[in-house]
């Protein structure tokens, strides 16, 4: 297992883990416009690799427009269907 860390605008620290098969992007701060790039081209090279990528809101404080926008373009493109 390996973690990375990134800070995208002062405001969004990604926590990115890497598995085997998976990888997780844990959030904490503020998802804003001015950060949303940021998440975008992490999920967007996890996801042109192949690798499932889980996307974890772990101590978000705020999310504007932007942001709810691109968590719900994550959510369409990457979201399995439940049995």
Known sequence: MKV???LFAGL???????LAR????????ALLSM????LK??????VSCGERVIVVLKQVS??????KTLL?????QTAK???
Do not use: F, H, K, N
């Open 4 to 6: 990375e860390v990134s």
């Open 41 to 46: 081209d992490c999920w967007q090279r996890a």
């Open 12 to 18: 969004l620290v990604i926590a990115t883990t890497l």
């Open 62 to 67: 705020y999310v504007d427009s932007a942001g």
């Open 35 to 38: 950060a949303v790039e940021g």
């Open 22 to 29: 998976a990888q997780i992007q844990g959030l904490e701060g």
């Open 81 to 83: 269907p439940r049995p």
């Open 72 to 76: 719900a373009e994550i959510y369409r």
